[in-house]
């Protein structure tokens, strides 16, 4: 029982300290700078949207308002089968040279838009983003001047949690997506990201993969697949898009199970990802696999300081209880004073491992997690090319 504990308390230090510590070391003896310089090619804004009728108009303002030369930019939204008002939408928008639609009267799924948007695109760079989050208006330029270096065959823009007048939340989901970024960050001062910020990153055509069919998590199969080619997947903090960062607590919830789904379903898309041909190999599992696997580690030290009565246990039993008394807590809104924002990281530890756990039970039972999207209205879809 002993063996157990410490083995899961290895992992579990190594999981969210150790790796971490480990990047933090490698980005300072082995830096790996980017050589950034001002660099403009034509560029694609590939974007799939279903039943998104209550932000794109918002949405493709932003992107027609962003600061990248007109006669270089172009933006090719595919609507996979919507039935609300998003086709008006973007007819109404194809009227402007700069957009480009593809509108599926079927809903065949992201994977498939994308891949229609990629065959669609023109330019050196497609840009990937969603329909909910908004871009600053100097985004593109930070973001594509990253490959002005030739190594570089993918960047990764910075989602920020909150909003640019406010500024971003350091609490609940904030707080763990703030942490996450610095280990992006590091990931990426040292040699390449495992994966992309969905909502804003950018690919060399040349080196962008059919998505296969239901693939859940394309920011991470696209940047990997970059990786495997030689090329480095890095991280652009000053290039950022903004989205709400409380959605509410079961939809935030239903989000991370379906995140996390698709890291077990990366491994079964791509094999090769446990294999030497992955470059990032030693990366991907510290940071993607490692997680998934946490839950259960946190299971076993807890039952083993159950079980071991030595003061040491005993302690550690202790402190157990104590933080996850204070994410129950954070859960039923009754923290207060001090303790506060100690309850509430607890409570995102707690609710981020217990989305782990679901999304290995939704795994191993095959149950499917789709795309999510807004709620259809009963209009119907038709087909157009602009």
Not at 304 to 315: D, I, K, N, P, V
Request: glycine share 6%; charged share 20%; hydrophobic share 50%.
């Amino acid at each position: 029982m002993k063996l157990i504990f410490w083995i899961s308390a290895a992992v579990l230090a190594y999981t969210y300290c150790g790796y971490p510590a480990w990047l933090w070391l490698r980005s300072r003896l082995r830096g790996l700078p980017v050589s950034a310089a001002t660099f403009t090619p034509s560029i694609s804004i590939a974007m799939v949207v279903r039943n998104e009728a209550g932000v794109l108009e918002r949405k493709l303002k932003n992107l027609l308002e962003l600061d990248y030369a007109r006669e270089l930019s172009e933006i090719v939204v595919v609507s996979d089968g919507s039935s609300d008002a998003t086709n008006n939408i973007l007819n109404y928008h194809a009227a402007d040279c700069r957009v480009r639609i593809v509108l599926n009267p079927e809903s065949r799924g992201k994977a498939a838009g994308l891949n229609d948007a990629i065959a669609a695109a023109r330019g050196e760079i497609i840009v990937f983003t969603d329909a909910r989050q908004q871009i600053e208006a100097g985004a593109l330029r930070l973001l594509v001047a990253k490959f002005s270096d030739p190594q570089v065959g993918c960047t990764s823009g910075e989602l920020m949690l909150g909003d640019p007048c406010g500024g971003e939340t350091a609490r609940g989901m904030g707080l763990y997506w703030r942490i996450e970024k610095k280990v992006r960050e590091m990931e990426s001062a040292s040699g390449s990201v495992v994966g992309a910020t969905g909502a804003l990153y950018a690919v060399r055509r040349t080196l962008v993969v059919p998505v296969p069919a239901e693939t859940i998590l394309d920011d991470v199969y696209i940047p990997m697949h970059v990786a495997r080619q030689g090329f480095r997947v890095i991280f652009a903090p000053e290039a950022r898009a903004w989205d709400v960062a409380d959605q509410g607590s079961e939809r935030e919830f239903s989000r991370k199970v379906r995140t996390l789904s698709g890291n077990y379903q990366l491994v079964q898309l791509a094999p090769w990802l446990l294999t030497a041909q992955n470059p990032l190999r030693f990366e991907f599992i510290s940071h993607k696999l490692l997680r998934l696997a946490a839950p259960f580690f946190l299971v076993t030290a807890f039952v083993s300081t159950l079980l071991l009565q030595q003061t040491l246990y005993r302690a550690a039993l202790a402190l157990e209880v104590a933080f996850y008394t204070l994410g129950l807590l954070a859960l039923m809104k009754l923290a207060r004073g001090p303790l506060a924002r100690t309850a509430d990281a607890a409570r995102t530890f707690m609710v981020l491992n217990t989305a782990a756990m679901v999304a290995f039970l939704k795994f191993v039972s095959r149950r499917k997690v789709a795309w999510s999207s807004r709620p259809a209205e009963n209009t119907r879809a038709t087909v157009e090319v602009g």
